[in-house]
């Protein structure tokens, strides 16, 4: 089946590969035996969990016991921000550090335990969307429990410096969390090289299933469950596996590894292609650092725009694209990653977010800008407060 639409939203989620469909029928309909039980169905379900386990393992570079498998992202960062802090709380260390351009998953966790009396330093991360780890060291205090710094961001795609951020957390002997939902199956990562504790990551963002992922956790970091019952995943997720949802983790990462350079590649001359297409556009800029960022995100401001309307007459156009999150669009709150590196109200509500897969071709790129461009100057067309800048009785802010 094709799909009629030209699809440009992937790091809201992406579709499953073929792969990853295959690798769970199985488990729904032959062995379709609960991991924990003890007769031969049960068992050939418990060794296709620990062989999915080893194999997500020797893909992140770390050892398939410090895998626990999570309903997703957000639930792994939760259970890494939380348990962090338990650990602090005893040790009288209630300060954690993180960015301001965090996921909500994060973002929300940490906004809990401000009210509970932890203290939380919020990096800047500059208008480049990146965040030094210069300014790392210097925030980390000796009553800080945690650094929390997402891997990548899921709006503007900008990559951080992990493994320096890494390096600066071990010798100050911090705990480190990374957000890497939007880099996993994306970017190379090696959870012991880059000297990560904990590592968040969901399927769906990989060509995987929804409603899975895993918290890598190095061995000796203190973990608290989330969910109480069964003694699953060494007593730190209770409930019985979602076996055939893991089985589709495994086979979409396994896929997405194999491919990735070749992937990149592509998806990085086809991001080039439409960030100089858009970019012709006047007033308007691309958000977050050219260069360091993931292969498939591109992410504009358009002066005079309103992201809502934009996103409609290009969904009109058969393209799917969105304006910053998926949790924020729908609300009229403008973006907080395109506060947090600057951007004015006025201009984060008129952004546009075009994420790339590896089934993108050449020619949805060139559909793509020419409808953007179509679009824009429409809007335009009909906006008077554009008419008001365009008569020099309203400042521009972008160039
Ligand atoms: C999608 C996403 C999440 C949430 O993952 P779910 O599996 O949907 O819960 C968290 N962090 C980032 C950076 C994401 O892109």
């Known amino acids: 089946m094709t799909s009629p639409c030209i699809y440009l939203d992937n790091a809201a989620t992406t579709r499953m590969s073929s792969a990853a469909i295959q690798a769970m029928l199985p488990y729904m309909d032959t062995v379709y035996g609960n991991p924990s039980s003890l007769h031969s169905m049960g068992q050939r379900a418990g060794e296709a969990l620990s062989d999915a386990r080893r194999t997500i393992a020797a893909l992140l570079g770390c050892d398939a016991s410090e895998i626990i498998f999570t309903s997703g992202g957000s639930e792994a960062d939760n259970q890494a921000i939380l348990s962090a802090a338990r650990w602090g709380e005893k040790r009288r260390k209630k300060h954690i550090v993180s960015t301001a351009f965090e996921h909500h998953a994060v973002l929300h966790v940490l906004k ?22 210069q300014q790392v060291a210097e925030a980390i205090r000796p009553d800080t429990c945690l650094v929390t710094v997402m891997y990548a961001n899921n709006e503007i795609g900008t990559i951080q410096p992990i493994s320096e951020i890494g390096r600066i957390c071990r010798e100050k002997g911090v705990l480190f969390h990374s957000d890497a939902v939007q880099a996993v199956g994306h970017l190379p990562i090696h959870v012991h090289e880059q000297q990560i504790d904990m590592l968040s990551l969901s399927a769906h963002k990989f060509h995987g299933p929804k409603g899975v992922g895993a918290l890598v956790v190095r061995k000796g970091v203190p973990l608290i469950p989330l969910i109480e019952g069964g003694s699953q995943e060494r007593s730190r997720r209770a409930g019985t596996e979602n076996l055939p949802a893991i089985m589709g983790m495994a086979a979409a990462l396994t896929e997405a590894c194999e491919g990735m350079e070749a992937v990149n590649a592509r998806m990085q001359a086809q991001r080039d292609r439409m960030i100089a297409g858009l970019a012709n556009i006047p007033h308007a800029a691309l958000n977050g650092d050219a260069y360091d960022r993931l292969p498939g995100n591109v992410n504009f401001c358009f002066e005079g725009i309103e992201g809502e309307s934009l996103l409609l007459l290009l969904d009109d156009r058969g393209i799917c694209a969105s304006s910053g999150s998926a949790c924020t669009s729908g609300s009229l709150d403008p973006s907080h990653v395109l506060l947090a590196i600057g951007r004015p109200h006025e201009i984060a509500h008129g952004s546009l977010r075009l994420t790339l897969s590896r089934d993108t071709t050449d020619e949805e790129i060139e559909d793509t800008i020419r409808a953007v461009r179509d679009v824009v100057a429409h809007l335009r067309g009909m906006s008077p407060v554009w008419r008001d800048m365009e008569a020099g009785r309203e400042p521009f802010i972008l160039r």
Do not use: A, Y
């Open 112 to 133: 809990k335990l401000k009210k509970e009396g932890f203290e939380v330093t919020l990096l800047d991360v500059h208008e480049n969307g990146i965040v030094q780890p």
